[in-house]
């Protein structure tokens, strides 16, 4: 995002002192979660979905 809000730099890995950069805000929060009334019985429990996390790494990370 740094890189992208700053097109005038030319090589982003050669800054110098004196430079100003644009430096993005905040991101917006997100939404709210929606969570289940409750989980089926024998489930293990609930995991609320962080950023970059993908059905996958959930699966191996809970078996």
Do not use: E, K, W
């Not at 730099?9 to 905040?26: K, M, R, Y």
């Amino acid at each position: 995002a740094l890189i992208a809000a700053n097109p005038h730099i030319t090589n982003p890995d050669l800054i110098f002192p004196c430079d100003v950069l644009c430096v993005p805000g905040a991101p917006p929060p997100p939404p709210p979660c929606r969570i289940p009334a409750s989980c089926p019985p024998g489930f293990q429990g609930r995991y609320t979905v962080q950023p970059g996390d993908t059905m996958f790494f959930i699966a191996q990370r809970f078996g």
